[in-house]
């Protein structure tokens, strides 16, 4: 059988920046008997997006319509979901699935769904110390706030 372009083990973003590949087929296995990545599939369907296996075990799915929540991109489990076109989003951004995939790792450390009314948490921790809901969000801090495209207001 060929193998697709867009073969999962790939170890490149699109847009060229190199994803660790460092256990990403133990994140794969763990996020899918944690549920988190069939839920993300579920909730990617729900929104009316298409997924499509992108690299180091990822899927990304684009063409999201719902408006929760508001996020240019956002992971649950494995899966990657916008509303935008990944192709768009890694042009602005070149580093936004290094950010994306280290919360897939946040899902493999938190046990799956627990992480999230535990980001929940962190997003409120934030909004009340900062008044926006990552700057002192412990979740978006370790995934890394420059390569999510979020300014940190310490260096505005
Ligand atoms: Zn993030």
């Known amino acids: 059988m060929p193998v697709p372009s867009s073969e999962p083990s790939a170890p490149y973003a699109p847009s060229g920046v190199p994803l660790p590949t460092r256990g990403w087929r133990f994140r794969r296995l763990a996020n899918a008997v944690n549920l988190s990545t069939p839920l993300g599939l579920a909730t990617a369907r729900l929104g009316r997006a298409v997924p499509r296996r992108g690299p180091v075990g990822l899927w990304l799915a684009e ?12 992971t649950v489990g494995n899966v990657v979901i916008t509303a ?5 989003l890694l042009t602005a951004n070149p580093r936004l699935l290094l950010h994306e ?10 046990g799956g769904l627990p992480m999230l009314p535990l980001y929940a948490l962190a997003m409120g921790w934030s909004w009340l110390r900062t008044r926006d809901r990552w700057s002192a969000n412990v979740f978006e801090r370790r995934a890394g706030l420059a390569d999510g495209g979020y300014r940190s207001p310490a260096t505005d």
């Open 63 to 74: 063409g999201y319509r719902l408006g929760f929540p508001v996020a240019s991109a956002f």
């Open 84 to 88: 935008h076109r990944f192709d768009d």
């Open 101 to 110: 995939q280290r919360h897939s790792w946040q899902y493999v450390a938190c």
